[in-house]
Structures are given as C-alpha cells and as structure tokens.
C-alpha cells in the first residue's frame, strides 16, 4: 500500500474522489449527446432515422471492447494516465463527429468514442474501489448521481448552443471542451495503488456461473434506460405542438429524474436492502412504462411518465451493484462483465427500437421498454434467492 501520511493520503483520495466525479459529469455530458441530436445526424449524413439508429450500435460495440479490456487495463496500468488519455480521445472524437459526411464515417468514429467510455466507465468504477476500499458504498451512489448531472446538462447544452449558432457543429464542440478540465486536475494527484492477490486460477464454469446472471439484468435496464434516453426526443417530436427545444427539454427532463433519484437513493441504499430498493424501483418503472404506452398522443402523459421512469430508474445500477456484493467478491474483472452486459443491452435495444419506429409507429418505445422491464422484474426474483455460502466461496474472482 502507499507510504503516503494518513493526512495526505485523506487529501488524495478527496481530491481523486472529485476527479472521477468530474469525469463522470463528461461521460454523462457525452453519452446524452446522441439522442438529441439524431435526426440532425441524419440530416448531416443524408440518412433516415432507421439507418442512423446503427450509431447506437456501433457505439455500443465500442463501449463493450473498452468494458472487456478496461478493467485488466487498470490492473497493470497506472489509473490516471489511462484516464487522462481516454477523455482526450473522448474530446478528439466529438470534435470529428460535425466532419462526418457519411454513416459508415460517423459509425466509426462513434465507435472509437464508445471504447474511450467504456473504459472511462470501468476505470472511474475501480479506481473509485480502490480509493476507498472499506465505504466505498456513498461514494459510488454520488458517482452515478454526477454522471446523471452529466446527462442532465447535456441536452440543455445542445438545445442552447443549437439555439446561438442555428446548427449542432458548436454543441459537439463544446461538449468536447468541456472534456480538458478533469484532465487536468487528473495531472495533479497520483492515482490509488493497485491491490495485489487479485488473480485465482479455478474452475471457469464455477467463475462464471454467479456472474452470469447480473450479466443479463445489467442487460435489460441498460438497454431499457438508454432506449429511453436515446428515443424520448424524437418520440416527443411525433406530438403536435413540440419543437426540436422542448423535445431536448423531454429528454433534459428524464436525466434529470434520474439524477434526483440517485441522489434521493443515497440515504435509501443505508435504510433499505438492495433487493427491497430494486424491487420498488422496477414497480415503478413498470406501471410509468405500461401507463406512457395507454397515453400516446398525450403530452402532459409523456411528462409524468418520463419524470417517473427516470425516478425509477436511478438507483436500479447502484443498487444491483450492491445487489451483486452481497452474492461474490466483486473485482474489477467482474465489474467489466457487468459493464458488457450493459454494452450489449444500450447496443441492441435502441437499435431494435429504430428498426420499428418509423414503419410500425411511436409505440414501439414504450412497448420495447415495458417488455424489457418485465424479464428483468421476473429476473430479480431468481437472483433475490439466498445464495449458498459454498457458492459464495467457492467464488474464483477474489478480493484482496
């Protein structure tokens, strides 16, 4: 472990604390910008929505490679130049998507930003571990809750520079800005050491057969939260009497939810058990979904039924996290298949999504979402099931 005086060693790990946090409030900044500005994307490529629904995709993919190769990266890597590299490669990659003239071009350069999230995501996730190994549990709700801030903002920022220069050229480039200053401040503090005694050479299928379980439920929300995060905009477009500001507003609206909601988590995860939190959180979800589906062509519906999701929706990862510490050893290496899980579920259903939207109608939104919601409620009962301690031991994915 470090030498470092415990003083010190508290100042560092506040200060590291603050860094992650920021680079959470870019990925969020980031990961909001593409719904927002999809049809204006299509626009620029000379595309429909259903084939510019593939960005989602191709993005996805790119955030599954940077989750697989993210968290062995930060084992043999030092944490913060690893950062400080990826936000860069976020910054560059924003700026090029106005250059791009075609879909392919753009999918390519998506998929580039999309590997830099990944593995901006796992690394803050572990990084964020190791800073505070014995309470890390506060401080990974306020990690999500910042990168909810993230998506909060990001809308806003796009509908107003949108609104000052009459196109989106400005707003990627200003979101790709607003990447440098957690950089630097990166700079200024050594990243925290990484444990050693992480590796254990047993039986695969015995590693493989508790993860794979969570895998899928990260699955099912991600995909249902980034479907909805992704196509609130140009459903609400569908709506008489909403413009391209108050649809970004919608979609403002959500992240916002869900930002408050993780936030009003914080206090919720020390009362409550995860599985107890989960299970209101998904009731939740599932009666705002079933009930934006009966209100199509209402738009104060749409309102109640988006601030709802996103309330319900945000201490679901959190709170699975937490979920998941309670059934194994949570490591890095299974922190990054979770954040597969999620890759593969923000890949497929926004994009299942774009195939429908346009030929089979708006409904497909909240009907995609319902559906998704339901497996992943009759998932939590499997997983809310008492593990064996054998199991638990038996795990091969260690701590310290």
Excluded at 331 to 358: A, K, N
Aim: net charge neutral; proline share 6%; hydrophobic share 50%.
């Amino acid at each position: 472990m470090s030498n470092e005086h415990p003083s010190e060693s508290r100042r560092y790990r506040i200060h590291r604390t603050l860094a992650y946090y920021g680079a959470f409030v870019a990925l969020g900044l980031v990961h909001s910008s593409l719904g927002p500005t999809l049809p204006d994307l299509a626009e620029q490529t000379q595309a429909r929505l259903k084939e510019v629904s593939f960005l989602f995709t191709t993005r996805s993919f790119g955030y599954l490679l940077g989750a697989l190769g993210g968290g062995r990266l930060f084992d043999r890597a030092l944490g913060h130049p690893v950062l400080m590299a990826v936000l860069l490669i976020m910054a560059v990659t924003m700026a090029l998507v106005p250059f791009t003239e075609t879909v392919w071009m753009l999918a390519t350069v998506l998929c580039v930003l999309g590997l830099a999230e990944g593995t901006l995501d796992v690394g803050c996730n572990t990084l964020l571990v190791w800073s505070h190994p014995r309470s890390v549990g506060p401080f990974m709700n306020g990690l999500h809750f910042f990168f909810g801030v993230g998506s909060f903002l990001s809308p806003i920022v796009v509908a107003e520079v949108v609104y000052l220069t009459g196109g989106i050229k400005w707003a990627f480039w200003v979101l790709a800005l607003l990447n440098l200053p957690v950089v630097f401040w990166l700079m200024l503090f050594p990243g925290p050491p990484i444990p050693a005694g992480e590796e254990d050479n047993r039986d695969e299928a015995k590693k493989k057969a508790p993860v794979a379980p969570f895998v899928l439920f990260f699955l099912l929300y991600v995909g249902a939260e980034v479907a909805m995060g992704g196509w609130v905009y140009a459903y609400a477009l569908t709506l008489e009497s909403v413009d391209k500001s108050k649809a970004a507003y919608l979609t403002s609206a959500f992240w916002g939810a869900l930002t408050v909601g993780r936030l009003l988590g914080i206090p919720a995860s020390a009362k409550f058990r995860p599985v107890s939190v989960l299970a209101v959180d998904l009731l939740g979800c599932l009666l705002c979904a079933g009930l934006m589906l009966a209100w199509q062509q209402s738009l104060v519906g749409l309102w109640i039924t988006t601030l709802g999701l996103g309330l319900s929706m945000a201490s679901i990862f959190p709170m699975t996290l937490a979920l998941a510490g309670e059934r194994m050893t949570i490591t890095g290496r299974v922190t990054g298949w979770f954040f597969v899980g999620s890759s593969i579920g923000s890949m497929t259903l926004p994009w299942l999504i774009g195939q429908l939207f346009e030929s089979e109608g708006p409904w497909t939104l909240p009907a995609a979402v319902l559906f998704v919601l339901v497996c992943a409620g009759l998932l939590l009962i499997f997983l809310s099931r008492p593990t064996p301690v054998t199991d638990l031991n038996s795990h091969p994915m260690t701590g310290d």
